[in-house]
């Protein structure tokens, strides 16, 4: 199984919302990711969770709050958005950091308004 | 940090032609380079990857080759088929798990 999930798939929130995205592997994976993408734009990245711990912050405002609870699970708590973070949250893992392949989730559509 | 540059950014063929897609790359450093199929709604999808000891690699339609020396790696895709339309991303990993993915191709083949 090379299933990365990710909820809901689709969310919209007003800029003074708190909301949650939720990412979910069972593959035994120990590294795992937060990208964004912007329309007709490649994915980047924005968080790097190895073994539980963050390792890798692209300066992202702090309005954006990953938490890994355990190996499985990888959360991204959303607060006070602004419109132009509207995009889609995609959730990534692979088998430790510096391995190769990445597997992605399908990703969760945020609209902000 | 790296800078990956892809080409073109729309493609269209017809049925049973090839594609290909190319990419260059700015850091020497950087050793492998996936290539990933995005269709509408879903997340990317690794299809074949290639490491930088190695300068060809092969899976039955899709092939990608990768030169070092001019760090430029290209995707291949025989006989095109309509559910190949997608968009195409390549990266390239650097500095362990950073990956810098190409502005993407939009690929269209025609039946």
């Known amino acids: ?113 | 940090g790296e800078n990956v540059e892809q080409h073109p950014s729309t493609l269209s063929v017809q049925e049973g032609d090839s594609a290909v897609i190319k990419c260059t790359y700015s850091d020497s450093a950087s050793n492998y380079f996936p290539w990933y199929k995005q269709e509408l709604g879903k997340g990317p999808q690794l299809i074949i990857d290639i490491r930088s000891n190695v300068g060809e690699k092969k899976d039955q339609r899709i092939a990608v080759t990768l030169n070092k020396t001019a760090k430029h790696f290209s995707l291949h895709i025989t006989e095109t088929q309509p559910e190949d339309s997608a968009v195409y991303f390549c990266a390239a990993r650097y500095n362990f798990n950073k990956f810098y993915f190409g502005s993407g191709t939009k690929l269209n083949v025609k039946p």
């Open chain 1, 1 to 113: 199984d090379t299933e990365v999930t990710q909820t809901p798939k689709h969310l919209v929130m007003g800029m003074t919302n708190k909301k949650s995205l939720k990412c979910e592997q069972h593959m035994g994976h120990r590294a795992m990711y937060w990208y964004k993408q912007k329309a007709k734009k490649p994915p980047e990245l924005m968080f790097v969770y190895s073994y539980e711990k963050l390792s890798i912050n692209e300066s992202v405002p702090s309005r954006f709050s990953p938490e890994c609870p355990n190996s499985s699970l990888l959360n991204l708590h959303l607060h006070a958005l602004q419109p132009e973070d509207s995009a889609l949250y995609l959730c990534a893992s692979s088998q430790d950091h510096g391995s190769d392949t990445q597997y992605f989730g399908p990703g969760t559509r945020l609209t902000v308004l």
